[in-house]
Every structure is written in C-alpha cells, then in structure tokens.
C-alpha cells in the first residue's frame, strides 16, 4: 500500500512554504505574461488553508522572493518612488484577496465539487477588486498625467485576462491543494509495510 501526505498534517509553516513555492515558481515561469499569474489563487488557498498571520507572509513572501527576478528579467523606466508605492497597492491586494479567501472559504473546506466552483467563482469578483485597487496605485505613482478613467479604461483588457487566469488556475490549484489537504498525495517510491503472508 502506498503511503501519502496528508498537507493538513504538515505545519502551518511547512504547508505555507509550499505555498510560497508554487507561487513564486509559477509567477516566475509566467512573468511574460501580462496579468497570467498563480499568486493570486495561492493567496486565496493561504486564506483558505492556514487563515491568520499566513493571509500577510504567503502572498508577500511570494512578491518579495520573485519581484527582483522579475526586475532583472524584465527591467523597468520607473523612479524606485513610484515602484515602491505601486508595491504596496499590489501587496496589499493581495493581503485582502487572502484575507478575504479566508473569510469565504474557511468553513467549506468539504471534497465536493460545489467547494471547488465556490472556490472559483469567488475568484472573479477578488480578481476585479484586486485589478481595480492596483490600477487606483497605477494611477497614483505611475500616470498621474492620466486620468483615473483612463487608467481604468486602458486596465479593462487586462483585467480580463487576469480573470480568465483565475478561472483557470482556481480549479487547477483548488482541486490539487484541496485534495492533497483532506485526502493526501501519494510519496512516490513509498510503500507502507505490509504483513508476509508466507
């Protein structure tokens, strides 16, 4: 018989780790990719599955560890001033998607598939909120010399590719990490011992 983890009998600081991989490994693999990101859906399951101060370290953990590879990669023409305040509107965001995840999901954390299409259609209106409040810090720190409609206007596009992000990196990552919380993920190589029936 083989042997599994169960991710809810793993520390909170070992589950949030995991988290924090998956979110910087997949922000990283897709950083050319306008608004296709993992991170906010990670933030959500840190809201969902570990709840308190995990809301703050995961999603700022994730940002922090990729943000200067994704620099290096992609370079910017901003002052360090409007980089840093754009910074605390997109952490923040995604403090509140993770907060928010949390407070929706903490108690439906049930293996059914009405979980798993909760989980995703709460995903959507947190992308817009998110997309609305960084787009307000755009505007602040980044085109003062537009105005705040037009930076809306000029965010629509974009807003919906990140919400067709979410829809699919919701139930990819909600089913997987939802699983492997309630039921396990089997260790590959490892088999429980069984007795010789010799």
């Known amino acids: 018989m083989r042997l599994t983890v169960r991710l809810r009998k793993l520390s909170k600081p070992a589950l949030a780790a995991i988290l924090i991989a998956v979110g910087v490994v997949g922000r990283l693999a897709l950083a050319g990719a306008a608004n ?55 952490y923040t965001g995604f403090v509140f998607v993770a907060a928010a995840g949390g407070f929706a999901m903490r108690r439906r954390l049930l293996w059914r598939t009405k979980t798993i299409a909760i989980f995703t259609a709460i995903s959507v209106p947190l992308t817009v909120l998110f997309d609305l409040w960084t ?51 089997p260790l590959p190589g490892a088999a429980s011992a069984e007795p010789s029936h010799e």
């Open 36 to 90: 296709v990101e993992p991170v906010l859906v990670v933030s959500m399951l840190a809201g969902a599955l570990l709840g308190g101060m995990y809301t703050v370290i995961v999603p700022v953990a994730v940002m922090g560890l990729s943000d200067p590879f994704v620099d290096v990669l992609y370079g910017s023409s901003f002052s360090p001033v409007s980089l840093l305040g754009l910074a605390g509107f997109v």
């Open 135 to 185: 787009a307000f810090g755009d505007w602040l720190f980044i085109g003062p010399s537009r105005s705040l409609a037009q930076v809306y206007a000029m965010q629509a596009p974009f807003t919906l590719i990140h919400v067709f992000s979410s829809l699919l990196f919701a139930p990819i990552l909600g089913t997987t990490f939802l699983a492997a919380y309630l039921y396990g993920l």
